[in-house]
């Protein structure tokens, strides 16, 4: 017979023991503990409700500069105040992202006990193999020549298929995100992967979106074989395609330099081909997880905005001149002097980034001399609580204006620290440069040979899905159609090859003005007091 009164005596108890357990473990020295009603479970619960908001809601509720998640097992302490996040930038030893990539190594890419053991000697040192990866890896994705044949061979893989549309003998009729993210995904691994691309396959391009899907799961270590089965399979479906690849030699016919340095340098350290196939099937979640999404956003917000629209295109059609009957698109010039789409771009990412920079606490640490991170615990800047927050974007935080980022337009300059689609500090990512060309010459090429329109006359994504970690996603695709602005043959051509594009908070309005005084790629130097006064943050009490 059930006993309410031994049942409700038993859950008083359980949960004294867990709030003793977090007031004994937690030092008043620490950022203010939040959502602890329910101690280590209430923000498993709001994680899980809000998604990605929860960060929003928590730093709104409680208006604190940083603060702490105490979660079964683990110490999260959450920044919302972009003061405070130079300061994290400058401690890359003592706040190291190299434990978390670890983890992705372990968790995500699932390389055996012999690799990880590679990997895990001397984390935090520069010879270690982590940062030695790291150089490889942006040996070939810095502006340079490396870069140019990427992004040469992308734009190349995109013309070509935009000839084929144009060459339709009937309207083109497609849903938006889905054909946005496969013309973006094949023109970005056929650049780095070459003719034997693995991602040709329709199989391994389904394998990748199932993959993409478990990362938080997978990263957490939560019942992954029960929660991310489907994502484990399609895991072994994507090493099994790049082991096939590296047996047939698929390097050697035109592939990247990023992706034969991404080859040749683990198998040096003494990794066999397979935790090298699994360690690539990890990164192809880096080269295509915030690209795809990204387009989609920037594509849909030029083309469902009249004004948009326009004032994009009148840009564009400055970087174009035709010869013999023939156009040539300078894609240089759009990088440099049009700062309204490069600006469209990059309120796309503010808009709909979700990502999270996280640092792993390697000892004890006291951060700006007045909030203890306890060895062992996690750093986390939520990109979206930065992206909205009105010091640093304005009253007009939740809206999407295209010319936000352009100088001139009657904005203050804002802190750089307050953009975060690219990370921050000494872990910006290495392929922001690549990712940044290849949206431009999409939005660019389709602006200029097609207009796009909706099949039901309305411009709705019914809301957003969160299967990403990086890009919140539309909820219902946009079926459009594509037509054709005219039926000349296309040239993109790079008129100044090697020069890096400069994704500031203040974009130059022409090509003869300076490049602006805030430079993402310096930005781990710059801070500022103004949000913490802004906002109002409260102190942190126990």
Known sequence: MFNFTAAVASFAGFYLFLWAMQYVTQDARE?????????????VIGMMVRGSNFHRYVRNKYKLPIYTLRLPGSRLYVVNDTALIPIIQRHV?????SPIMVRIFSHFMGVSKEALHIVGRDPLGNHGFIHQMTLETIKGLSPGPNLDDLNTKAVLNLSQSFDNLCSNTTIPTVNMFEWVSKEIMLATTNSVYGPRNPFKSSDVQAAYRDYEAGLVIMMTGFFPRLMARK???????????FERYYAAKGLDEGSSVYARNRYEYPLKRGMDVQDVARMEAGGAIGLLSSTMPATFWTVYHVFSDPIVLGDCRREVEKAVHEKDGQKYLDLSYVKSSCPILISTMQEAFRRHSI???????????????????????TVLIPSNVQHSLSPAWGDNVDEFYHKRFVRGTGFKKYNPVAFRAFGGGANLCPGRHFASTEILAFASVILLRFDIK????????AGYREESAAFRLPSRDVRV?????????WHIILSDPGKPMELTNNIPTSSN???????LDRHEDTGSDLHTI??????NTT
Do not use: C
């Open 31 to 43: 950022p203010h503990t939040v959502e602890d009603t329910l101690p280590f479970l209430s923000p």
């Open 93 to 97: 030893q003592t706040l190291s992202i």
């Open 231 to 241: 994502s484990l399979t399609a895991r072994d479906t994507l090493v099994q395609a």
């Open 355 to 377: 990502g999270v920079s996280a640092r792993a606490v390697v000892e004890d640490h006291m951060l700006d001399g007045k909030y203890l991170l306890k060895k062992g615990s």
């Open 454 to 461: 909706p099949v039901n006359g309305q411009w709705n994504t």
């Open 481 to 489: 159609e594509l037509l054709p602005r005219d039926n000349k043959r």
């Open 513 to 519: 003005e300076g490049t602006g005084s805030h430079n």
């Open 534 to 539: 802004s906002l109002g943050w409260r102190e």
